[in-house]
C-alpha cells in the first residue's frame, strides 16, 4: 500500500487533486491541513508557523512507523495583497508558506522517501517573464531578501506590485528546489517534478488578497466568464483539469498517471493539457538552485 503525504488538499484544485489520489486505488493518505480533508487522514498543520512544520513531520513519521513516503505533494499555497505580513518567525507571510515551510517539510521528510519515490512541488507560470502572466516577475531569489523584504533595496514601493513578487519569487524558488534536489545524492533515488497549474480562478488561491480582488478572483471562475477567458489565454484552466493533471504526476504511469519525457522535469498545464516547457532562465539556474537549497537551510537555523 503506498503512502502519500499531501499539503494543500483541502480545497481548490488540490482537493480534486486528492479526490483522484483516493480513487485511483489503495493507498495511505496523509494530509496535512488546517482542517480535516474529504477523504484520508488528518494531521493539523499550520505552513505559517514552522514549528508546526516540524510537529507535522513528526507525527507522520510516528504515524508511518517505519514504513516509507512513497509521494510527496506539496502543493499548498497563497498569495497576499502585498507583502507586509510576517509569521510569527518574523518571515514574510507568502514566502513563509509558499517556499520555507515547505522546503522545511521536504528536508524533514526525505530520509523516509521511498527509493523510487516522487516529490511534485507546485509552482507558477507567473515566476517566467515570457508567460506574459501580467503579476510582477522576480527580480531575484535572494532567500534572505524574500524572507525579509524590508531589507531589499530594490524592493517595489507599490504594495501590489511588492505582494506580486514575493508570490511569483517563492514560486521560483519551488522551482529551484526541485532542481537542487534532484542533482543532490538523495534525489538520484527520486522523480522530483515541479508543477504550473496555470490560472485556476474560483479556488482559495487568493484568501489574503484585498476583497475587490477575491470577488474578482471568484467572478473568473464563473463558467461563462472562463469560457470567455480560457479562448483568451492558454495558462487558464479548469479546477478539474488542474486537479487530474496534478494527481498524474503525483502517481506516475505505473499507477495511470504521468511520467515525464527523459530530461524533463517542469509541467505546465495549457489549455487542460500537460507539455513539458523549459520554465524561465532564472529557474534552469544550478548555481542560483544550489544557492537557494543552502540559504533556505542556513535561514532556518535547525531542521529538526
Known sequence: ???????????????????????????????????????????????????????FAAA???????????????????VRADDTGRTPDGFETTFAV?????????????????DGGRV?????????PGVGAGLATPRHADV??????????????HPRRAGEHAYTASKLCAILTARALAARPEGERLTVLSYDPGQVFGTGLAHGLSPVRRVAWRVMGAGAMRAVTTRLSST??????????????????RDGGTDPPAGRDYAALRRGRLIWPDPSELARDDTLARDVWDASERLLGRLG
Do not use: K, W
Open 60 to 78: 507522520a513519521l510516528r504515524r508511518l512507523d517505519g514504513a516509507p513516503v512513497d509521494i510527496l505533494v506539496l502543493n499548498a499555497g497563497i
Open 1 to 55: 500500500m503506498p503512502t502519500i503525504v499531501m499539503t494543500g488538499g483541502t480545497s481548490g484544485f488540490g482537493a480534486i487533486a486528492l479526490g483522484h489520489l483516493a480513487a485511483a486505488g489503495q493507498a495511505r493518505l496523509l494530509i496535512g491541513a488546517r482542517r480535516p480533508p474529504a477523504v484520508g487522514d488528518h494531521l493539523p498543520l499550520d505552513l505559517t508557523r514552522l514549528d508546526d512544520v516540524r510537529a
Open 144 to 157: 534572505g531578501l524574500l524572507a525579509r523584504p524590508d531589507h531589499d533595496p530594490g524592493r517595489d514601493p
Open 236 to 253: 487558464i484552466n479548469r479546477a478539474d483539469d488542474a486537479g487530474r493533471a496534478l494527481a498524474g504526476l503525483a502517481l506516475g504511469e
Open 120 to 128: 511534485v512541488l507546485t509552482t507558477s507560470g507567473t515566476h517566467d
Open 98 to 114: 509558499n517556499h520555507l515551510a515547505h522546503y522545511l517539510l521536504l528536508r524533514l521528510l526525505l530520509p523516509a522517501l521511498a
